[in-house]
Structures are given as structure tokens and as C-alpha cells.
């Protein structure tokens, strides 16, 4: 039946239709291709890992080296007026100001020793009862020993003079320019005596330093005081 109804329709001049439409179903197709190749999807390039680029590091301030401080440069704290520092203090002070006017005391030379000595100016020997300790003129003499201040004269031939009675021995400061102290009074070890000077006989600015024994004899200070070394 088919067949036959084919046949009728070619007979009947339908062919033409059939070969247009089947020419359109063909350029269809290819027009379908032709889209669909070209929504293939284009490959992506691979992606080259590189590596964080990290910013340049800030070098940091360098501490500063700070100057060393010492100790009198650190500020000090509030004082007391002289008036009002303890006694004890102020007896420290007294004491380190007396030690090392002894210590000046004895860093002097020996002018004349003790005992019989050619006289520098005279040019005869005598009898020296004491020691000359040099030094400079107004120097600070202080007493050797404490005691109680016996006399207070000049000496024909050591000029100024001081006598301290310190126990069983009387020492004897002479040749002084001025003197610091009054007879019948006590005085300390270190506390000033007077200032060093000269004498008519003995023009060199010196101390000369005496000791009585018990006895009333005049003994080399050495005996008294070792320090004394040259």
C-alpha cells in the first residue's frame, strides 16, 4: 500500500519537493557541524607556579651604645647643710683631713737628722735635738698624737713653737709661721697645730719636730714614730 502511494505521489510531480527538501536537511547538517565544532572548548594554558616574591626586609635601628656613667657623674641626692650634719660625720671628716695632712707630713725630706750635724748655714757642728722635716712654707702641720697643748713660746733657734704633752712623751712642733691652738687645751691626732715656716737660723721652710722622754731627755722621734723612714 505504501509503494503505491509513493509511486502515485512521484507520478503526480511531487519528486521535486522531495529532493529540495532533503538538499535543506543536508545543508542543515552541515551548518549543525560546523556550530558544534566551534564551541569545542578551547584548551586553557597551564599555569607556571612562580614562586611569592616577599618584600625586602627592614633592617631594624641598631641600639645606640650608651656612655658608661660613672659614679660622680650620676646625680646626687639632697645634702644637709654643714650645720646640720651628724657629729659623727663630721669627726670622719676631721679624721680623713688630719690623715693625710700626716701623710703630706711625711713625705717630706729630712733636712738635718737627729743628733750632732754640720749647720748649713754656720758651717759648725751641733747639737740637733730633733728632726727638720722640708715641706712647703704655710703647709698644714698636724699634731702626731693627742694630747694636751703644755707651751706655747718662740725658741731662739726654732722660732714658733708648740709643746703637747701625749702621755709619758712631749712632742715639740717649732719652726712654725702661725700657730692653731691655745695653751691648756686638748687636741686630737690630725687636728692642726699650725702652718710650717721658718726660722732666723734655719731659713729653709721646715718642721722641726722634738720628743721629751719622761726622763726631760730629747730622744729621736723615730723611736716615737716609725713612719719616719728616711
Keep these: ?41 578551547v584548551p586553557t594554558p597551564p599555569v607556571t607556579k612562580t614562586a611569592p616574591v616577599s618584600e625586602p626586609a627592614q633592617s631594624l635601628p641598631l641600639a645606640q651604645p650608651q656612655p658608661a656613667v660613672s ?17 659623727a660625720a ?34 759648725d757642728w751641733r747639737y740637733n735635738n730633733g728632726l727638720d722635716i722640708g715641706g712647703g712654707e704655710g703647709q698644714l702641720v698636724p699634731a702626731l698624737l693627742s694630747g694636751e697643748v703644755v707651751e706655747v713660746f718662740t725658741d731662739k733657734q726654732h722660732g714658733l713653737t708648740v709643746a703637747v704633752r701625749s702621755g709619758k712623751y712631749t712632742v ?26 721658718i726660722s732666723t737660723s734655719e731659713p729653709e721652710p721646715h718642721l722641726h719636730l722634738a720628743v721629751q722622754g719622761s726622763g726631760g731627755d730629747r730622744i729621736d722621734p723615730r723611736e716615737l714614730f716609725p713612719n719616719i723612714i728616711n
Excluded at 505504501?2 to 529532493?19: M, N
Excluded at 659614679?71 to 657629729?87: T, V, W
Excluded at 715639740?172 to 692642726?192: E, F, H, Q, R, W
Design 172 to 197: 715639740y712642733y717649732g719652726s712654725l709661721a702661725s700657730v692653731a691652738v691655745n695653751k691648756n687645751t686638748m687636741i686630737k691626732t690630725g687636728s692642726p697645730i699650725g702652718s710650717m715656716g
Design 90 to 123: 663630721a669627726g670622719q671628716q676631721d679624721m680623713a683631713a688630719g690623715n693625710e695632712a700626716i701623710r703630706n707630713l711625711w713625705q717630706g725630706a729630712i733636712i738635718r737628722d737627729f743628733g750632732w750635724q754640720l749647720h748649713p748655714l754656720y758651717q
Design 71 to 87: 659614679i660622680s657623674q650620676l646625680p646626687a641626692g639632697p645634702q644637709a647643710p654643714a650645720d646640720e650634719l651628724p657629729a
Design 1 to 41: 500500500m505504501p509503494g503505491k502511494i509513493f509511486t502515485k505521489l512521484v507520478r503526480s510531480g511531487h519528486i521535486g519537493q522531495v529532493l529540495t527538501a532533503g538538499g535543506l536537511l543536508a545543508v542543515a547538517a552541515l551548518l549543525i557541524f560546523a556550530v558544534a565544532s566551534t564551541l569545542e572548548t
